[in-house]
Nanobody
Framework: QVQLVESGGGLVQPGGSLRLSCAASGFTFSSYTMRWYRQAPGKERELVAGLASAGGSTDYADSVKGRFTISRDNAKNTVYLQMDSLKPEDTAVYYC??????????????WGQGTQVTVSS
């Protein structure tokens, strides 16, 4: 059974830091591109950061570049999102996503349940 379980969310003051974790099970974690998305109230879900399966290539939304860092530990089947210099506009539910496309073109796409991040004084 595929599972993605996020943790680490919470309430933090502006300028503070949080580290989100996403523990994966039920699939070959190292073969998947891992991404973090977020969705704020009344807004569409947006890509925050992505990390290729080989662990080399990263991608960040312009709004978080220089503040957020995505990383993965394939031995622990876990992906992380280190969030520094948090702003109120970072408030959202953060979702972990695992995706890959097979040699035949089939797309595999899994989602976690989300973890709330609230940045407020």
């Amino acid at each position: 059974q595929v599972q993605l379980v996020e943790s680490g969310g919470g309430l933090v003051q502006p300028g503070g830091s949080l580290r989100l974790s996403c523990a994966a099970s039920g699939f070959t974690f190292s073969s998947y591109t891992m991404r973090w998305y977020r969705q704020a109230p009344g807004k569409e879900r947006e890509l925050v950061a992505g990390l290729a399966s080989a662990g080399g290539s990263t991608d960040y939304a312009d709004s978080v570049k220089g503040r957020f860092t995505i990383s993965r530990d394939n031995a622990k089947n876990t992906v992380y999102l280190q969030m520094d210099s948090l702003k109120p506009e970072d408030t959202a539910v953060y979702y972990c996503n695992a995706a890959r496309r097979s040699m035949t073109g089939t797309r595999y796409d899994y989602w976690g349940q989300g973890t709330q991040v609230t940045v407020s004084s």
